[in-house]
C-alpha cells in the first residue's frame, strides 16, 4: 500500500474483528480478501460483547457465525463501513469460500446473516471464481458484491454468474495458484454483471468430442451451429433470481406416539391435552421454499407417505442459503446401453484373445 502511494496514516495494527481501527469511518467503495475460514476464538469473548452491549447499533447485529469460520465477520465490518444511502451509498467487493454461502440451517448465525443482506436488498451479485487462483489454496472461491444503491432495474435481484470456467494455465505456479483469468475473461465476465443480463455458455464439440470453441449467449440471442457429427453444449453462465429465492421455512413434522397395541397416545395436560402426543423417534423436518405455500407443500410432499402426520407451527424457522452449485448443475445423460454393451463386448473381446495368446 505504501509503494502505491497510500496515506501511510489509513494503515492501523490489531485485529480488523476485535478492535476497529476506523471507527465511524464510512466509505464509498470497499475491496477485501479476508483468511478464508479461520476460527475467530481468539477474539470472541470481544466480539460477543460488541454485539451484546451495541446489537445493530455495531458490527454484529445480524448475528454470528461459527467459532471455526469468520468470514461473515468480515462482511459485517464492511457492511458497518457503508456509506448511507442517503449520502450516496457504497458498494463493496468480498472475496469469500464457499461455506458462506450454504453453512448452517435456520435459524443459526450464518442463516440469519445472510437473510439480513437479502431482506435488506443488498446483495447485488456473486461470482464464482476458477479454483486455483491463491497462492496458499486451491479451493472455490467466490466474489460476493453488495451495495446499498442498487438501480431500479436490480432492486429485489441477485444475479449469479458462474465464471468457474474462465480462466488460463499459467506458465509457471506460484505455490497453489496455477491459474488466473485473462482480460477477456475478466472482459466477459465484468460486462456480464454491468448489462444484468442472463446467459448461457456454448461449448463447442468436435465429431471426437474435442472442444473446438466457445461463445457467450445471451438471453433470445441465438447460439453458434455445432459441426459436422459435433454437438454444442450449453450451461449456465449467468442467472437472475429474486431474493425470495433463497429463503426457505424449516418445518417440524410430528408423528403420532403409539403404545404396545398401536393406538395413539392422547395428551393428559396443558395445551395439549387431548391431542395425540408426538413421537420424538418419527420426528422429522422439511425445508419449504418461502416463495410457496406451507400447507400446499405439506399437502403435495408429506400426507401422502404419512397421512397421520401434522405441522409444529411454533417450531418453524426461516432460514436463507445460497446454493450456488445447484443452480448452475447440467444434468447430462448416461450413454445408451448399447454403446454401453458394445464398448464392453470389445473390452472382453480382446481381453479373451490376449489370455488366449498367453495360453498357446
Same mark, same amino acid.
Given at each position: 500500500?505504501?509503494?502505491?502511494?497510500?496515506?501511510?496514516?489509513?494503515?492501523?495494527?490489531?485485529?480488523?474483528?476485535?478492535?476497529?481501527?476506523?471507527?465511524?469511518?464510512?466509505?464509498?467503495?470497499?475491496?477485501?480478501?479476508?483468511?478464508?475460514?479461520?476460527?475467530?476464538?481468539?477474539?470472541?469473548?470481544?466480539?460477543?460483547?460488541?454485539?451484546?452491549?451495541?446489537?445493530?447499533?455495531?458490527?454484529?447485529?445480524?448475528?454470528?457465525?461459527?467459532?471455526?469460520?469468520g468470514s461473515l465477520l468480515f462482511l459485517m465490518h464492511l457492511l458497518s463501513k457503508m456509506r448511507p444511502a442517503v449520502?450516496?451509498?457504497?458498494?463493496?467487493?468480498?472475496?469469500?469460500?464457499?461455506?458462506?454461502?450454504?453453512?448452517?440451517?435456520?435459524?443459526?448465525?450464518e442463516s440469519e446473516i445472510r437473510r439480513y443482506v437479502l431482506e435488506n436488498d443488498l446483495v447485488e451479485a456473486i461470482v464464482a471464481l476458477p479454483t486455483d487462483m491463491f497462492y496458499n489454496t486451491g479451493i472455490s472461491?467466490?466474489?460476493?458484491?453488495?451495495?446499498?444503491?442498487?438501480?431500479?432495474?436490480?432492486?429485489?435481484?441477485?444475479?449469479?454468474?458462474?465464471?468457474?470456467?474462465?480462466?488460463?494455465?499459467?506458465?509457471?505456479?506460484?505455490?497453489?495458484?496455477?491459474?488466473?483469468?485473462?482480460?477477456?475473461?475478466?472482459?466477459?465476465?465484468?460486462?456480464?454483471?454491468?448489462?444484468?443480463?442472463?446467459?448461457?455458455?456454448?461449448?463447442?464439440?468436435?465429431?471426437?468430442?474435442?472442444?473446438?470453441?466457445?461463445?457467450?449467449?445471451?438471453?433470445?440471442?441465438?447460439?453458434?451451429?455445432?459441426?459436422?457429427?459435433?454437438?454444442?453444449?450449453?450451461?449456465?453462465?449467468?442467472?437472475?433470481?429474486?431474493?425470495?429465492?433463497?429463503?426457505?421455512?424449516?418445518?417440524?413434522?410430528?408423528?403420532?406416539?403409539?403404545?404396545?397395541?398401536?393406538?395413539?397416545?392422547?395428551?393428559?395436560?396443558?395445551?395439549?391435552?387431548?391431542?395425540?402426543?408426538?413421537?420424538?423417534?418419527?420426528?422429522?423436518?422439511?425445508?419449504?421454499?418461502?416463495?410457496?405455500?406451507?400447507?400446499?407443500?405439506?399437502?403435495?410432499?408429506?400426507? %401422502?407417505?404419512? *397421512?397421520?402426520?401434522? @405441522? /409444529?407451527? $411454533?417450531?418453524?424457522? +426461516?432460514?436463507?442459503? !445460497?446454493?450456488?452449485?445447484?443452480?448452475?448443475?447440467?444434468?447430462? %445423460?448416461?450413454? *445408451?446401453?448399447?454403446? @454401453? /454393451?458394445? $464398448?464392453?463386448?470389445? +473390452?472382453?473381446?480382446? !481381453?479373451?484373445?490376449?489370455?488366449?495368446?498367453?495360453?498357446?
Amino acid at each position: 500500500m505504501l509503494i502505491k502511494g497510500q496515506d501511510v496514516s489509513n494503515i492501523i495494527f490489531g485485529n480488523t474483528l476485535s478492535d476497529d481501527g476506523h471507527h465511524d469511518r464510512k466509505f464509498d467503495y470497499m475491496l477485501s480478501n479476508p483468511p478464508f475460514g479461520v476460527e475467530w476464538k481468539k477474539v470472541e469473548k470481544e466480539v460477543r460483547r460488541e454485539r451484546e452491549q451495541q446489537g445493530f447499533n455495531g458490527r454484529f447485529g445480524p448475528g454470528l457465525p461459527r467459532v471455526s469460520d469468520g468470514s461473515l465477520l468480515f462482511l459485517m465490518h464492511l457492511l458497518s463501513k457503508m456509506r448511507p444511502a442517503v449520502d450516496g451509498g457504497s458498494r463493496f467487493g468480498i472475496v469469500l469460500n464457499g461455506s458462506p454461502l450454504f453453512t448452517g440451517g435456520a435459524g443459526s448465525g450464518e442463516s440469519e446473516i445472510r437473510r439480513y443482506v437479502l431482506e435488506n436488498d443488498l446483495v447485488e451479485a456473486i461470482v464464482a471464481l476458477p479454483t486455483d487462483m491463491f497462492y496458499n489454496t486451491g479451493i472455490s472461491t467466490y466474489v460476493w458484491m453488495l451495495t446499498n444503491r442498487k438501480p431500479p432495474h436490480r432492486k429485489g435481484q441477485v444475479q449469479l454468474i458462474d465464471a468457474s470456467g474462465f480462466w488460463r494455465k499459467m506458465r509457471k505456479s506460484l505455490g497453489s495458484k496455477r491459474k488466473e483469468m485473462s482480460p477477456d475473461d475478466i472482459a466477459t465476465v465484468t460486462k456480464l454483471f454491468g448489462d444484468f443480463v442472463e446467459a448461457k455458455l456454448a461449448t463447442v464439440l468436435d465429431a471426437d468430442g474435442k472442444e473446438v470453441g466457445r461463445a457467450v449467449v445471451r438471453q433470445d440471442e441465438q447460439g453458434p451451429t455445432a459441426p459436422d457429427g459435433g454437438k454444442v453444449k450449453l450451461a449456465p453462465l449467468s442467472r437472475i433470481f429474486r431474493s425470495e429465492a433463497f429463503g426457505y421455512r424449516t418445518i417440524t413434522v410430528e408423528r403420532p406416539l403409539r403404545d404396545d397395541n398401536g393406538k395413539i397416545v392422547l395428551g393428559d395436560r396443558g395445551k395439549g391435552k387431548g391431542k395425540p402426543q408426538a413421537d420424538s423417534a418419527l420426528r422429522d423436518t422439511e425445508n419449504v421454499p418461502l416463495e410457496e405455500d406451507v400447507e400446499t407443500y405439506f399437502e403435495r410432499e408429506v400426507l %401422502p407417505h404419512a *397421512p397421520d402426520a401434522w @405441522i /409444529d407451527h $411454533d417450531k418453524t424457522k +426461516v432460514g436463507c442459503e !445460497i446454493p450456488f452449485n445447484r443452480h448452475f448443475y447440467v444434468f447430462e %445423460p448416461p450413454r *445408451p446401453l448399447e454403446e @454401453i /454393451d458394445t $464398448d464392453l463386448k470389445q +473390452v472382453t473381446d480382446r !481381453i479373451l484373445t490376449m489370455i488366449g495368446g498367453l495360453s498357446a
